[in-house]
T-cell receptor
Framework: SAVISQKPSRDICQRGTSLTIQCQVDSQVTMMFWYRQQPGQSLTLIAT?????????ESGFVIDKFPISRPNLTFSTLTVSNMSPEDSSIYLC??????????FGEGSRLTVL | EDQVTQSPEALRLQEGESSSLNCSYTVSGLRGLFWYRQDPGKGPEFLFT???AGEEKEKERLKATLTKKESFLHITAPKPEDSATYLCAVQEGDYKLSFGAGTTVTVRA
């Protein structure tokens, strides 16, 4: 399984600001996935990031709010833009394994005041 | 409509008291059902994949089973270190996984 590192692990931000979350994988992967886990809720897929192409966003998520970069096969960033308290969540980076399972990073816990 | 429903939401067990968690799903073409463990402040940790009805997987005190409509995660003689939230997810069609809300298990010594 891949080792996935996320930074920051947690942050407290002010309303209206933006934060970029970094995800580094220890091996080359084709697809990287960004999930959101709001307090007490399940994981929701934000977007899929492929190297060399624009990210594919799920219903309810837009590029202006959650721009994603994927400059190479081991790295991706997710930016949460113009944050509001409703954006307070855990943001998780993941990659898929050979059997369809996902492997997750430790998550980035974001609190917006 | 929710594709994955987990029950109960929370489960409190005494050490050694075996129990089962349920994951029911409504997808039509199941490609895989996945179980994860999530500790507070951590990302989900992959446990099992089940692909077809009748399949079973075991790991230490955990055993996962699958039918055409649901999956069970059996915890046998649990220990306090088994305390965590257990997540179920299904894969239908492409690579996307749909997750349930999880069952939070607390095992008291």
């Amino acid at each position: 399984s891949a080792v996935i590192s996320q930074k920051p692990s947690r942050d407290i931000c002010q309303r209206g600001t933006s934060l970029t979350i970094q995800c580094q994988v220890d091996s080359q992967v084709t697809m990287m996935f960004w999930y959101r886990q709001q307090p007490g809720q399940s994981l929701t897929l934000i977007a899929t990031a492929n190297q060399g192409s624009e990210a594919t966003y799920e219903s309810g998520f837009v590029i202006d709010k959650f721009p994603i970069s994927r400059p190479n096969l081991t790295f991706s960033t997710l930016t949460v833009s113009n944050m509001s308290p409703e954006d307070s969540s855990i943001y998780l980076c993941s990659v898929d394994g050979e059997g369809g399972e996902l492997f997750f990073g430790e998550g980035s816990r974001l609190t917006v005041l | 409509e929710d594709q994955v429903t987990q029950s109960p939401e929370a489960l409190r067990l005494q050490e050694g008291e075996s129990s089962s968690l349920n994951c029911s799903y409504t997808v039509s073409g199941l490609r895989g059902l996945f179980w994860y463990r999530q500790d507070p402040g951590k990302g989900p940790e992959f446990l099992f994949t089940l692909y077809s009805a009748g399949e079973e997987k075991e790991k230490e005190r955990l055993k996962a089973t699958l039918t055409k409509k649901e999956s069970f995660l059996h915890i046998t003689a649990p220990k306090p270190e088994d305390s965590a939230t257990y997540l179920c997810a299904v894969q239908e069609g492409d690579y996307k996984l749909s997750f349930g809300a999880g069952t939070t298990v607390t095992v008291r010594a």
